[in-house]
Structure formats: C-alpha cells, structure tokens
C-alpha cells in the first residue's frame, strides 16, 4: 500500500490502527473488547467505534466505557473498512486498544470534540 502525502485524518488513523494491530495491541471485536475492559494486567485504554453500529451495541459499548473510565470514540470508518485496516476479511464493530504509548500516536488522528468529551483514564 503507497502513502499518499495529502492522507486524511480518516485514512491516518485507520493506518495507525493497522499499526497496532500488527504490534498486537488491539483487542477486536465487541465482546472481546468488554471482556478486555474487565482486565487489570492488561487494561484497554481506548476504544474506537465504527460508524454504523446498532444502537444496542453503541449503547453496550458507551456503557462499559463509562463504568470502567475507558476513552471512548466513535469513528469515521464503517465496519467494514475498520476490520480491513486491522487486518481482518470481515466486519469488525469495534477495537480497544491496550497500550498507553500507542493511543498517545492515535489521538493525534482522532476529532477533536470526541477527545475533549471522553473521560481520561489515569495510569499510574
């Protein structure tokens, strides 16, 4: 795959996001990532949402971010594309993303309003 000069910002994060996926980093899918949330040796630190999710699993996803204080962001990307840039043949809904240093090099792709409303996780 080329790298345009002119990418957008969908396009870097969705590159960024293959990126940890190789450094197995990412937990994929929604039960995977609830499941993952719950993990204290290896805690999720950010989970991104595809576009067109239901509602029932939005409001899954939104629910346990807000209980365990995880960022949560809802991008761009339909499922599809998100479980591509992933490296994934089918549909992926949602991705947590389980190393502090990596989201750092994420959220500089992310919306700027969804960074600021998301709670922020203190890591000691």
Do not use: I, W
């Not at 629910?63 to 761009?76: E, I, L, N, Q, S």
């Not at 969804?114 to 996780?121: H, I, L």
């Amino acid at each position: 795959m080329s790298r345009q000069v002119g990418a957008t910002p969908e396009e870097k994060l969705l590159s960024t996001l293959g990126l940890c996926a190789r450094a197995r980093k990412l937990v994929m899918g929604t039960p995977m990532v609830c499941e993952a949330m719950r993990d204290q040796k290896n805690p999720v630190v950010a989970v991104l949402e595809a576009s067109d999710t239901s509602a029932n699993t939005h409001k899954r996803l939104t629910d346990k971010c807000a209980f365990y204080g995880v960022p949560h962001f809802r991008v761009t990307a339909d499922t599809a594309r998100l479980g591509r840039a992933v490296g994934k043949s089918g549909a992926v809904a949602a991705v947590g993303l389980t190393d502090q240093n990596l989201y750092k090099a994420l959220a500089a792709h992310l919306p700027e309003a969804e960074a600021k409303d998301s709670p922020q996780k203190n890591n000691e």
